[in-house]
């Protein structure tokens, strides 16, 4: 099993910044990525970035394009989310969630921490 606890999130302006993170305990040596989604009111869950356990590999959903960082400590067991020029729209619940393989699912999810970004 691998649990996952997000923290970081709030209430910023436009424009500003957050960084997320995600701890994560259990069986870490079987993790082969992580990655963060978000999910907006009335809207369907959406990819937002994602990073193999043992770095070398990072992906973007292009609206987040140069203003969004995911990164690894792998000694603290914790990902990332530094997130610049917050707009709007980024307004969503985010989940951090881990893949033991390439081919499969993400199949373990964190509760999600909220990001509010007013105009």
């Known amino acids: 099993q691998v649990q996952l606890v997000e923290s970081g999130g709030g209430l910023v302006q436009a424009g500003g910044s957050l960084r997320l993170s995600c701890a994560v305990s259990g069986r870490t040596f079987s993790i082969y990525r992580m990655a963060w989604f978000r999910q907006a009111p009335g809207k369907e869950r959406e990819f937002v970035a994602a990073i193999n356990w043992t770095g070398g590999y990072t992906y973007y959903v292009d609206s987040v394009k140069g203003r969004f960082t995911i990164s690894m400590d792998n000694a603290k067991n914790t990902v990332y989310l530094q997130m610049n020029s917050l707009k709007p729209e980024d307004t969503a619940v985010y989940h951090c969630?881990?893949?033991?393989?390439?081919?499969?699912?993400?199949?373990?999810w964190g509760q999600g921490t909220q990001v509010t970004v007013s105009s």
């Open positions: 969630a881990a893949k033991l393989g390439p081919s499969i699912n993400y199949n373990y």
